[in-house]
């Protein structure tokens, strides 16, 4: 362990030294000029410490990361009634499948998939304007990290909004099958707000804590969520974190973990570490291609794999 | 820990108790007849000591939890080739689906599910006679438990080459892409035989301590597998071992495991403990109904589960 | 044919005799209130002849059946450029599946299911204003009727637009592949006032006299459409015109025909006749029961079918 | 009307100066051989005058119209009660795929679908030995033509077993649902041979006159099925005969049709003619490619269409 920050150096070099880097996302256009050369990692210890390389200061979209934020507030509100509306089984299809809500009639299969995640932020918005439920979100976010200055990037959940045409149409079919109690609009609203927050590797290490401390935010001595809500938030992300690519991302890396089109990945090894990277090119699955790779790099060396028994 | 033994024991008194004790599988006749109220759990530790309780010294038709030991065998000799011909992302889908197929050409979505299997039994097969390959599969297993008695039962794999359609169905389905290089019936011979393999739970559980130690095989002192593939059969077992109920599993017990419709699951808590449960009433997935339940228990009450960090 | 009176009448009575008549859809509000009793039936010649039984000239909510006004609309502005956008085949599946549209990356399988409807009124509309597009639909309808009451109930309009999230869901998917090059909104509105235009059995007989007439409007003199054109219409009717009832309509009644949920439908006996039923109550597929029966009944009786020979 | 033979003979000049063949079926080894500049077309119409053109008198492998034939001889004897078996929608798929059997439970969309016919091949066989099923269907296409030549390509039918691996796993799958009473291999074996029947256009349209003439065999004098059955027959090759490309075949030639590998499609309009066309190279739906161009030609030419008006 003492030679933790060697392996991050080195990972953060050999990264940069990749030809293929991957896909930026372009069907988001402020996130289409991202450079794909950029590369972050940041990793926070069980015992505070803090260990970072590359470009793990500087802010980006986390995406869908922001899922797991949601379902960590949806959860705490509305408790086991949400598993109701949302399943949690892998789904086998792309991140924006529309073919598993006609089948299983509007009831996503996982709160990490779009539609699943839609369906969440329609249970946080709840009774409640749209505005507010975006700030209980950005203050859960800003509460775990510690720092009050994590913001949205209004510019990005615009332009969201306006090419987000499968996001509107998985929420439309989710309310033609009663799954969803507000407005498309105000839903689609909260979740594309959630879906802007920007945070550096370094930030977003700080939020996840909680995942690897059973549910205990380091930062205000307070539980986020209970050790048992915790260890099940973990095990969706192993099994659901990345889309139809979550098998090979627990085949290769072996921890949970929940990535986003913005290219970051956010990871837990229980009771170890919360570890956080960047690198804004994708794979055909649209998950960060350099971040897997790192991550793949990082488990190993660390020994950090939760299927580690050797 | 020291308070393993009465847990085991509660939980086998629980499980007896409970009415709805599942379905037994109908469609293989030698498994129709078996009693819905057999209950057996073994557990055996990092450091040699085996717990048992209920009836654990019962021989059941282990059926797909063959599936792991296959693949062992298939990647000690086909090595990485292996996935060129076999994916490892859940299928989202039941066991016995062939729409997958049809949708990826020929290529199983894992190698837990039939077809899956079927191809790693062609693998297996190779240029052997069926009688052989069957044997070596056969010999992997008594060398894991340490004891030569383990066989397989006539009977019941018979039966299921009689009452297969489904799987002739996906054994014909895959050779007709071209991923079946051996005839479709030496092929089904080979993975009913292993499927028709019979154990206690406390022999599966000694099956099971190479996924628990790395790929040692305690019994021999020799490794079954390199502890990066055993690593990676334990990521498997986590995101594809129960089908469609794979995500609920993990949600629920949080460790990697695989189950049989003969009722039986072989768990493993890597570096810590390999456990088998059995009881032959089944969920609507296909998966030991008690078994899912008293895993659960067992798993929460000694703080196994990997998504643990509290 | 001289017994034609008498057929209708002996249907008509039937009819009204039957006691399953189906389920009015309910997911419209405004069309939720028809009382399942009613049913017409209007009967045009090829010589002009025009016979009518029971509700004949009350109008109802023509629904789907305007899919064909509008497809016949697009295909005289946009000629055989509008099948780069819109397939031929029958879908398989249920008028609103957004399942195949998926697969085919966001072309719609024909011009009847609703997903191609709405792709046709994105063309209808290309630079015009809705308001503009709506009332070169409804001009069609008045020339082919040649009456120019005939108008759009806009109670029933704003229903659908306000319920209609599947049609948003579709819409939004469509241009998400980019096959939709106006506002959803707009598109939308287009589709839906369509949809609302309501006409009595009489009325929509005459209207469809076009499309036994070879594509010649008798009322004006005027060529609707090539004959060329209209045999492919009539064909696109008959193998795709009752969603995934198309098959058994062919079977039953043997003649090109399309239904609405309104539980109008139109159907043309190339040469023959025009005919039109309307009975509300629906099957399981969304199409008149006892309107299906009725010309079951009256194409057997008069020797209607296009597939007779004998 | 006059002008027919003309018509054939430009027809069968400009089909061979094609330079898009097509490409012959590769799958079957005996059929891969095929010269794909073969091009037959034979006309008999109501009045029993027979009109030819190209390589008419050439005998080549019928194959899926064979689906035609057995179907007839099926509804003889099970009657109605084979639509509980199998269905009458298009399929919106593949000849082989598989998928639609999965969701429908075993139950074959239509008996123009590889699986479907293959449940009525299961609906002859019933106690019958597979010689003599296979020999009705023989007789049964002997007196339709006329010609007790007429005679199985055992080498084809030999092929087709060994290859077959899509057709075992279809027929293994139905099984699987319990809607195959009869062993796999026996019904495969009929179906095999059915599909190996050899005829020559000529022949073929002699064959299809039943169809033309509300199911009178004009050689025999005798109904060979009700003009009802037969009407729905005619109705069943209009919506599903093409397989995924019915819609389009009725669209562009607007008859009812059968098409096989083979390159053969066999043609009826109604009460006027019936026609059979042979060129071996396919389009990518697996029917005849200049077949279907030759038949819209002949239609067109004709007035043949059933969906003429004008």
Known sequence: MTALQPLIDAIVSDMRAMEDKGKVANYIPPLANISPGKFGLAVVLADGQVLTGGDAEEPFSIQSISKVFTLTLALGTAGDQLWRRVGREPSGSAFNSIVQLENEKGVPRNPFINAGAIVVSDMILARHEPR???????????????????????????????????????????????????????????????????????????????????????????????????????????????????????????????????????????????????????????????????????????GWSVFEGG
């Open 132 to 302: 507010e439920a975006i700030g209980q979100v950005l203050r859960l976010v800003r509460d775990l990290v510690g720092e009050d200055s994590i913001a949205i990037d209004e510019h990005v959940a615009r332009a969201e909004l306006e090419t987000g045409f499968r996001n509107e149409a998985l929420a439309n079919y989710t309310k033609a099958f009663g799954n969803l109690h507000n407005d498309v609009d105000r839903v689609l609203g909260v979740y594309s707000h959630c879906c802007s927050i920007a945070m550096s590797c370094r930030q977003l290490a700080l939020a996840g804590r909680y995942l690897m401390l059973g549910g205990l935010n380091p930062e205000t001595g307070r539980q986020v969520l209970s050790a048992h809500r915790t260890r099940r938030i973990n095990a969706l992300m192993m099994t659901c974190g990345h889309y139809d690519n979550s098998g090979e991302f627990a085949f290769r890396v072996g921890l949970p973990g929940k990535s986003g089109v913005g290219g970051g990945i956010l990871v837990v090894a229980p009771g170890v570490a919360s570890i956080a990277v960047w690198a804004p090119g994708l794979n055909a699955q649209g998950n960060s291609l350099l971040g897997s790779i790192a991550l793949e790099r990082l488990a190993a060396g660390a």
